[in-house]
T-cell receptor
Framework: ELKVEQNPLFLSMQEGKNYTIYCNYS?????LYWYRQDPGKSLESLFV?????AVKQEGRLMASLDTKARLSTLHITAAVHDLSATYFC??????????????FGKGTHLIIQP | ETGVTQSPTHLIKTRGQQVTLRCSSQ?????VSWYQQALGQGPQFIFQ???????GRGNFPPRFSGLQFPNYSSELNVNALELDDSALYLC???????????FGQGTRLTVV
């Protein structure tokens, strides 16, 4: 059974600081995704990481993937209040010709304070 | 190009009732997946439809069922509602089975 673990699950930080969210997964994955979710809203796709060593950046967020360690990171640089949200990582695998869908972590609830 | 749309946005049902949730996939997308997100949790995969056939299912009981129509829109049906079925139900569509999925805004179901 594929398991995805995120840490920390809750993070309170000050504006201007840097921090990293970690995502570990238990088996070989085809793809790794990072999503953002605002309260009561749907999931907004941030990054799709497809291969070992992949690094993607958008604004103050940067995601990386190490498939050998089964680890992805989401790094926040010089945080601003607007980045307050819950961040999920998710992985998918295609097994036996069918689909198992995305397996999500529990999410990291990020609060950025002025 | 329209995105993934779901209806209704909010719904309140009584325990034991049945509910149908609807999803219109993004234009050109032939694969639809459904997820259940309980409060404070990550989404959990319910099932996936590809070209009107269920081709993958998560750990959900048979009272969760679905359909996909020729235009690739989809329905999620839940029978004999239980209080624990209260959740945000998310629909995601993709071009093929194993390509990036795009999520709709969700349906918030409350079972009382």
């Amino acid at each position: 059974e594929l398991k995805v673990e995120q840490n920390p699950l809750f993070l309170s930080m000050q504006e201007g600081k840097n921090y990293t969210i970690y995502c570990n997964y238990s088996t070989t994955s085809d793809r790794l995704y990072w999503y953002r979710q605002d309260p009561g809203k749907s999931l907004e796709s941030l990054f799709v990481l497809l291969s070992n060593g992949a690094v993607k950046q958008e604004g103050r967020l940067m995601a990386s993937l190490d498939t050998k360690a089964r680890l992805s990171t989401l790094h926040i640089t010089a945080a601003v209040h607007d980045l307050s949200a819950t961040y999920f990582c998710a992985v998918d695998i295609i097994a036996g010709g069918g689909a198992d869908g995305l397996t999500f972590g529990k999410g990291t609830h990020l609060i950025i304070q002025p | 190009e329209t995105g993934v749309t779901q209806s209704p946005t909010h719904l309140i049902k009584t325990r034991g009732q049945q509910v149908t949730l609807r999803c219109s996939s993004q234009s050109g997308h032939n694969t639809v997946s459904w997820y259940q997100q309980a409060l404070g949790q990550g989404p959990q995969f319910i099932f996936q439809y590809y070209r009107e056939e269920e081709n993958g299912r998560g750990n959900f009981p048979p009272r969760f069922s679905g359909l996909q129509f020729p235009n690739y829109s989809s329905e999620l049906n839940v029978n004999a509602l239980e209080l624990d079925d209260s959740a945000l139900y998310l629909c995601a569509s993709s071009l093929l089975m194993n390509t990036e999925a795009f999520f709709g805004q969700g349906t918030r179901l409350t079972v009382v």
